[in-house]
């Protein structure tokens, strides 16, 4: 079900457009009603989520925007063939009818769903001010600053410099004997003070509280049932299991594994056992008039919800 749309072609345009960031939110905003995945809402038959729908209807002809009914049908002044129609009380603005005939002549390529998009590592690009360079992560950084003819701000007082890595890495900000540390270990060593305060604060336990924040956030964790009288319940080992994790710098596809299923594994740990706290973190009752198989239904439908979101990248709810 999740795979039955047809992806087409996924690379951005040439003139810098991409399907996903600038042009499905105009169609998902002012065309998926009619002409999207609801057959029941479905309007003329035709499909504009779909790139090959829309191409064998002749609604795009990619490359072509004076022949694509698409692009007509924006532009044109009769209130019969205006789209979206005049009832609907919407209409694009200038900008977006421009920017969907850009799209449209840079050929009309669709992109899949984000999250099935695998990541492409991308070479640095070429900058003329290398100085300032120190690593390729501010190459990519400076070449968005030159494209536009901005010089990068001032490097930060060392005060500030630490704040900003305190708040990053544990959430809090430096108490003041810390930050006088730092200031007078930057004077005298720079660079090398900075990472050696970096590693300090990474195998620190605030690192792994702080880390732990949102992945908790993400599983829905609480510590209440989040129902009825919204009282207590015990799950802070799972919280603690995932805060370790962090600080132990546990595999990803172990801290993933362990949580989905760490019961199942051959001779399960106490930890593992744990670790699947994430499939009970849904909203619990202790009411006595609830129904079980109300609940049950409920639980289930709250744990795929939020395993579709976690791991999947997508809503699975209806």
């Not at 692009?71 to 019969?80: C, G, M």
């Not at 209409?91 to 769903?113: D, F, I, N, T």
Request: hydrophobic share 40%; with cysteine; glycine share 6%.
């Amino acid at each position: 079900m999740l795979f039955s749309w047809s992806c087409g072609g996924f690379m951005r345009a040439d003139d810098g457009l991409e399907y996903n960031r600038d042009v499905r939110p105009i169609l998902a905003e002012y065309c998926f009603a009619c002409h999207g995945p609801d057959s029941a809402a479905r309007k003329a038959d035709l499909r504009l989520d779909q790139r090959e729908a829309a191409i064998d209807f002749g609604a795009i002809v990619p490359g072509k925007p004076d022949e694509s009914e698409v692009v007509a049908r924006l532009f044109t002044d009769d209130a019969d063939l205006v789209m979206p129609p005049r009832e609907t009380k919407k209409s694009l603005s200038p900008a977006q009818k421009e920017l969907l005939k850009r799209w449209v002549a840079a050929g009309a390529e669709y992109q899949p769903h984000w999250s099935f998009i695998p990541p492409e590592r991308h070479e640095p690009p070429a900058v003329k001010n290398q100085a300032w360079v120190k690593n390729f992560i501010d190459q990519f950084v400076l070449a968005e600053l030159e494209q536009h003819g901005l010089e990068p701000a001032a490097e930060a007082e060392p005060h500030a410099l630490f704040r900003r890595i305190h708040l990053d890495i544990t959430g809090l900000p430096p108490n003041p004997k810390d930050t006088a540390e730092f200031t007078a270990d930057y004077a005298q060593r720079g660079d090398a003070a900075l990472s050696a305060w970096i590693d300090r604060l990474m195998n620190s336990s605030a690192w792994g509280e702080h880390r732990a924040r949102y992945w908790l956030d993400a599983a829905r964790y609480g510590d209440t049932h989040g129902l009825h009288f919204d009282n207590y319940r015990e799950m802070w080992p799972y919280r603690d299991w995932v805060i370790r994790a962090f600080n132990a710098n546990q595999p990803f596809d172990r801290f993933v594994v362990e949580q989905i299923a760490g019961d199942l594994l051959p001779n399960p740990t106490l930890d593992q056992r744990i670790a699947t706290g994430f499939q009970r973190c849904n909203i619990t009752t202790n009411e006595g008039g609830t129904i079980d198989e109300e609940n049950l239904a409920n639980y289930a439908a709250d744990r795929v919800q939020t395993f579709g979101w976690v791991f999947l990248g997508l809503t699975t709810n209806c």
